[in-house]
């Protein structure tokens, strides 16, 4: 059973920063590829960033990339997402979620966390 908690979200100012962690509860989290996706009011849940099993490699939404920065403790089995010039497109239900798939793969998430809200005001 995977369970996933994500923190850290909160209410920011544009141009700000959050770094948002996910706490994984698993046997072994290197078994997992990770990702953050995020789901604005009204909108459909859009991917935001992978990383796989060993923190060797990362992939990014085009919106995001150059902004965000996906990392993994593996010693911790905690995902993080550090959010940089937040703008306020970025508000959001932030989620992190486990593939045993490829962590390319965004349709092959299938552990999800409640999530965390993030609110960029302007």
């Known amino acids: 059973q995977v369970q996933l908690v994500e923190s850290g979200g909160g209410l920011v100012q544009a141009g700000g920063s959050l770094r948002l962690s996910c706490a994984c509860s698993v046997r072994t989290f290197t078994t997992y590829g990770m990702g953050w996706f995020r789901q604005a009011p009204g909108k459909e849940r859009e991917f935001v960033a992978a990383i796989s099993q060993w923190d060797t490699n990362t992939y990014y939404a085009d919106s995001v990339k150059g902004r965000f920065t996906i990392s993994r403790d593996n010693t911790k089995n905690t995902l993080y997402l550090r959010m940089n010039s937040l703008k306020p497109e970025d508000t959001a239900i932030y989620y992190c979620?486990?593939?045993?798939?490829?962590?390319?793969?965004?349709?092959?998430?299938?552990?999800w966390g409640q999530g965390t809200q993030v609110t960029v005001s302007s």
């Open positions: 979620a486990a593939t045993v798939k490829s962590y390319r793969d965004s349709g092959g998430y299938n552990y």
